[in-house]
């Protein structure tokens, strides 16, 4: 590790000693400070492998993604009770700060997965959605306008803020179900979904990810698609990472991983038709007109991502 990466660890490890001291993680001046702090240490893209960090270093980092996911709970909690002040709150949700994000973000997942569907996806689950669940939102209203969206999410008070968010809008809150259930617990409901978004917070640990993947390859239907959030370099810090190779039982697609404020890492994956299929995965390539159609998608910021293409994954 050299000097600028030596120094980049010592004030994650520093800010992460700060918040963990912070009496509460909930939305304040100096809780933002430290975590604006924080993201703008992460995003620029710097090649940093975690997995070679020290155990102290691992030992950190664990800490502070479980911190930042209880604070980004709270905040979002915080602002779905502001956005349904409003009449309609769906029509205020600039007011959150990072709603930009989820634009790009949620464009950037629909553009990787048109290339690997021949027909608009009609039933779709996202698992870990939320109290404020922007990325079924934005989905629902400015990608998939027809397909109904399933939200999973473990908390029953998350669900109640997010159906509360889509009530003022009947036509959204006509395709919006929201479920309190551990995705553990899904089984035969899986294989009616074309599409399964699985949310980067969910199964923090790399082995409980793993649980989760390998349990959607079980009972997801043959051919279903998977698109879970990951992060690279920096931003591992703030986010669990994904490898490919984690996705056995499915057919890996694509992987992108951002150059730009969006942070989540994107992997696209297919369960293979045979079912749930075990050791290494192909990376498939879309058709060649598919790739010029997606010249179409501009994201504004020049060369927004880099695509790993992995010629074949280790079993």
């Given at each position: 590790m050299g000097n600028e990466e030596e120094l980049l660890v010592q004030r994650i490890s520093e800010i992460c000693d700060s918040i963990s001291k912070l009496p509460s993680?909930?939305?304040s001046e100096e809780v933002d400070n430290?975590?604006?702090e924080l993201v703008h240490l992460c995003i620029p893209v710097i090649p940093l492998d975690v997995?070679?960090?020290?155990?102290?270093?691992?030992?950190?980092?664990?800490?502070?993604?479980k911190l930042c996911g209880e604070a980004e709970g709270l905040l979002e909690s915080h602002y779905s009770d502001v956005l349904t002040s409003f009449d309609n709150p769906l029509d205020h949700l600039s007011l959150f700060p990072y709603y930009s994000n989820y634009l790009k973000?949620?464009?950037?997942e629909y553009s990787l997965l048109s290339r690997y569907v021949t027909n608009p996806p009609a039933r779709v689950a996202f698992v870990g959605s939320g109290p404020l669940p922007l990325s079924s939102v934005v989905l629902a209203a400015r990608h998939m306008q027809e397909a109904e969206l399933h939200n999973y999410d473990l908390d029953a008070t998350a669900n109640a803020r997010a159906r509360r968010?889509?009530?003022?809008?009947p036509g959204m809150a006509a395709r919006m179900a929201f479920h309190t259930e551990d995705v553990l617990a899904v089984t035969h409901a899986l294989r009616g979904y074309d599409v399964v978004f699985l949310a980067a917070l969910v199964g923090i640990g790399h082995d409980d990810k793993i649980r989760v993947v390998d349990h959607l390859a079980r009972h997801m239907a043959p051919g279903a698609l998977l698109v879970a959030r990951s992060a690279d370099g920096a931003r591992a810090f703030l986010y669990p990472v994904v490898e490919p190779a984690d996705l056995k039982g499915f057919e890996v697609l694509t992987v992108h991983h951002p150059a730009d404020e969006v942070i989540n890492s994107v992997i696209v994956a297919r369960k293979p038709q045979g079912g749930h299929a075990a050791g290494a995965a192909a990376v498939a390539r879309p058709c060649k007109y598919c790739e010029m159609m997606q010249g179409f998608h501009h994201f504004g910021h020049g060369s927004m991502m880099e695509e790993v293409a992995l010629e074949e994954l280790p079993s």
């Open positions: 993680l909930s939305p430290l975590f604006t997995v070679k960090l020290s155990s102290d270093v691992q030992a950190m980092r664990s800490k502070l993604i973000l949620s464009h950037l968010l889509v009530q003022g809008d």
